[in-house]
């Protein structure tokens, strides 16, 4: 089982980045997948998640309007845009996948959001 995050990095705020992760290991398409950050100090809060079908999705208060996760259950993968970003979007950005008694979670990769 693997998800491998990939498109963090660093960018001016106003900026925009898509973050993409790959799932390899276990059926994608019936789990629910999430998107968690985690900045320095500060606990792992979730950013958006999307359910298995992609139907229904929901956001952090903090990311409403500027963040869009949606899914590609062909091509196992996640995605996450985020525009106008913000100095404190800057964190490790983790995909997490959610099944029935099981979460999976990748390495994260680091957005640094700094002019």
């Known amino acids: 089982v693997q998800l491998v995050e990939s498109g963090g990095g660093l960018v001016q705020p106003g900026g925009s980045l898509r973050l993409s992760c790959v799932a390899s290991?276990?059926?994608?398409?019936?789990?629910?997948m999430s998107w968690y950050r985690q900045a320095p100090g500060k606990e792992r809060e979730l950013v958006a998640a999307i359910t298995s079908a992609g139907g229904s999705t929901n956001y952090a208060n903090s990311v409403k309007g500027r963040f869009t996760v949606s899914r590609d259950n062909a091509k196992n993968m996640v995605y996450l845009q985020m525009n106008s970003l913000k100095p404190e979007d800057t964190a490790v950005y983790y995909c997490?996948?959610?099944?029935?008694?099981?979460?999976?979670w990748g390495q994260g990769t680091q957005v640094t959001v700094s002019s």
């Open positions: 290991g276990f059926t994608f398409s019936s789990y629910a």
């Open positions: 997490k996948g959610r099944g029935t008694g099981v979460v999976y």
